[in-house]
């Protein structure tokens, strides 16, 4: 329907509680990108808070695919979210709610962020966030608060801390490169979201022969790092120039990171279930 004849109840759980989760898959010339990764971490964030999954993952993509054609999405995301339902606000809530589903879709090219040929300036900030950030939440109150800080301050995302511990970004996966070449990246815990788009680039590094360690790393390791960079289906792959003020490496986008990056255009390319 059109977004001004978009409604959705008061007493919706997603908007009363942040009692949902969300999804977001890139599309990049009319392909949608990792999508059937997106569908599964989608199912299994509604698992973990107690929401039936509304549709099968095939239902899901025919949904998708049908926001793609009838809006002409060649480039872009495809925003989905699931709240537990409507219940008048209380904080327990009956055991039949039906699932609230919203989907839009975004217009942007994502594959050509000028910060891939830049390098992007970011800053750390405390990381404020609740215990089980592998949850795609829809709650994200700290994560706009650092996003806005780090606006202020000129620069493109934030990675936050806990301790001297860099856990991501407000929006995405952090990664340093080791002066000898390692791909440093923390493992998967409670403590970081699983991202599909490093699940895919920790494959591309792999299969390129290049070293991966997943484990946790600090500001100081990251401000003596040869390369830095993140990634999210929203911005693909960014390379970190500067962190707090400190420039990495050479202070331009590394080897490493371009690599990996052509690697992934190359194959997102290559796909042939193409919609639009």
């Known amino acids: 329907m059109p ?6 109840p008061v007493m919706d759980r997603g908007f009363l509680f942040g009692d949902g989760v969300y999804e977001v898959t890139a599309v990049i010339e009319g392909r949608l990108v990792d999508d059937a990764a997106h569908l599964a971490r989608l199912d299994r964030s509604l698992r973990e ?15 998708e695919e049908g926001i793609v054609r009838r809006n002409a999405l060649r480039n ?13 606000r209380a904080f327990k809530y009956p055991d039949d709610l ?3 589903v919203v989907m839009f879709p975004q217009f942007s090219p994502v594959q050509d962020n000028p910060l891939t040929r830049t390098g992007a300036r970011i800053m750390t900030l405390p990381d404020l966030r609740w215990a089980r950030c592998d949850i795609k939440s829809t709650s994200l109150l700290a994560q706009v608060l650092a996003k806005r800080a780090a606006a202020e301050a000129g620069m493109a995302e934030a990675w936050m801390t806990r301790g001297d511990t860099i856990t991501e970004g407000a929006s995405s ?19 970081i979201l699983p991202g599909i788009t490093r699940r895919t680039i920790l494959r591309i590094a792999g299969e390129r022969g290049l070293r991966i360690v997943e484990r946790p790393f600090t500001r100081d390791e ?25 420039a990495i490496g050479p202070g331009r986008p590394g080897p490493v990171f371009t690599q990996l990056y052509t690697a992934y255009m190359d194959a997102v390319m ?3 279930d193409v919609v639009i």
Request: zero cysteines; proline letters at 5%; aromatic letters at 8%.
């Open 98 to 100: 039906q699932p609230t």
């Open 222 to 246: 990251a401000l003596t790092a040869a390369e830095a960079f993140y990634t999210s289906a929203s911005t693909i792959a960014i390379p970190v120039v500067d962190i707090d003020g400190h």
């Open 3 to 8: 977004l001004a004849d978009a409604t959705i």
């Open 173 to 191: 996966t952090a990664y340093i490169v080791t002066q000898d070449g390692a791909i440093i990246t923390r493992s998967l815990s409670h403590e």
């Open 270 to 272: 290559a796909l042939t």
């Open 76 to 88: 872009g995301l495809i925003y989905i979210q699931v709240s537990r339902g409507v219940a008048e």
């Open 49 to 63: 808070i107690g929401i039936s999954n509304p549709f099968p993952a095939d239902d899901w993509r025919r949904i």
